[in-house]
């Protein structure tokens, strides 16, 4: 009866939309909470249509009862929806460790609203993100994320949902692997921290009658800020690096 009402190629063409929908939705870049959500779905639409050609040989024949369409509708977005999760977690690399730098340079009061997460955030966090976001653009590593969809048809075949070990265990694995890279990228600051306020403590003994915060912290912004103009060009590359591994490896999985 479904057969009758929906021609095979439409149905195919919006299972792949279904797709490519809740992956641009999530998605770094044109995920954003302030990209509007026809310009997401817009762009979803034109990447349906230039892959569906590829992809539609692997997309199965419409099923006759609504609860086999449900399931069969639920396992593409679900399969979107860990793609943009990937990217989104990759990305969160640079959220980890710029909040970390902000707190360890005394400008973790320095918030503003972050575009990329849709909340308040420490500045030094707002502008490695974005300036992370350029740079995929800019070193077209955004590709890997647009094979990775393709690609998802190999790894993810329509009208099977993914386990449910192997998902968690991604997860697992992407998270710590932003949050290790977050932390090596901060960890300059961590350690000039450290031996800043080790060397104010030995000050405020040794003078106790000067405000030694009243001096340290600008000192300590002023050399955190020249810290981060020397050490952000190899952080970036780190990053860039990071993003394109992760993503190698999960075009590798198929």
Same mark, same amino acid.
Do not use: C
């Given at each position: 009866?479904?057969?009758? =009402?929906?021609?095979?190629?439409?149905?195919?063409?919006?299972?792949?939309?279904?797709?490519?929908? @809740? @992956?641009?939705?999530?998605?770094?870049?044109?995920?954003?909470?302030?990209?509007?959500?026809? /310009?997401?779905?817009?762009? &979803?639409?034109?990447?349906?249509?230039?892959?569906?050609?590829?992809?539609?040989?692997?997309?199965? !024949?419409?099923?006759?009862?609504?609860?086999?369409?449900?399931?069969?509708?639920?396992?593409?977005?679900?399969?979107?929806?860990?793609?943009?999760?990937?990217?989104?977690? #990759?990305?969160?690399?640079?959220?980890?460790?710029? #909040?970390?730098? @902000?707190?360890?340079?005394?400008?973790?009061?320095?918030? *503003?609203?972050?575009?990329?997460?849709?909340?308040?955030?420490?500045?030094? &966090?707002?502008?490695? !993100? =974005?300036?992370?976001?350029?740079?995929?653009?800019?070193?077209?590593?955004?590709?890997? +994320?647009?094979?990775?969809?393709?690609?998802?048809?190999?790894?993810?075949?329509?009208?099977?949902?993914?386990?449910?070990?192997?998902?968690?265990?991604?997860?697992?694995?992407?998270?710590?692997?932003?949050?290790?890279?977050?932390?090596?990228?901060?960890?300059?600051?961590?350690?000039?921290?450290? +031996?800043?306020?080790?060397?104010?403590?030995?000050? &405020?003994?040794?003078?106790?009658?000067?405000?030694?915060?009243?001096?340290?912290?600008?000192?300590?912004?002023?050399?955190?800020?020249? /810290?981060?103009?020397?050490?952000?060009a190899p952080a970036m590359i780190?990053?860039?690096?990071? *993003?394109?591994?992760?993503?190698?490896?999960?075009? &590798?999985?198929?």
């Amino acid at each position: 009866m479904l057969s009758e =009402l929906l021609p095979i190629d439409v149905f195919g063409v919006f299972l792949v939309f279904v797709r490519m929908g @809740a @992956a641009l939705m999530i998605m770094p870049g044109i995920g954003e909470a302030y990209i509007p959500v026809q /310009i997401r779905l817009g762009a &979803a639409a034109m990447l349906t249509l230039a892959i569906s050609p590829i992809v539609l040989p692997t997309v199965p !024949t419409l099923p006759e009862l609504p609860i086999q369409l449900f399931f069969l509708i639920l396992g593409e977005l679900v399969i979107g929806l860990l793609i943009g999760a990937v990217a989104r977690l #990759t990305m969160s690399a640079l959220h980890v460790a710029g #909040t970390v730098i @902000a707190f360890q340079s005394s400008l973790g009061f320095a918030l *503003f609203v972050d575009p990329t997460q849709g909340t308040q955030g420490a500045l030094v &966090a707002t502008f490695l !993100t =974005l300036l992370g976001l350029v740079l995929i653009f800019a070193s077209g590593l955004h590709m890997l +994320t647009l094979r990775a969809l393709a690609d998802s048809y190999i790894l993810f075949t329509p009208g099977s949902l993914p386990n449910v070990g192997d998902f968690s265990a991604l997860a697992v694995k992407y998270i710590s692997s932003s949050f290790k890279v977050g932390i090596q990228i901060a960890a300059p600051f961590i350690v000039f921290s450290l +031996t800043f306020y080790v060397g104010l403590g030995v000050l &405020a003994r040794l003078l106790p009658q000067i405000q030694v915060f009243f001096i340290g912290i600008p000192l300590q912004i002023f050399i955190a800020l020249t /810290i981060l103009s020397i050490v952000i060009a190899p952080a970036m590359i780190w990053f860039l690096d990071h *993003f394109e591994v992760r993503f190698i490896e999960l075009l &590798a999985d198929r």
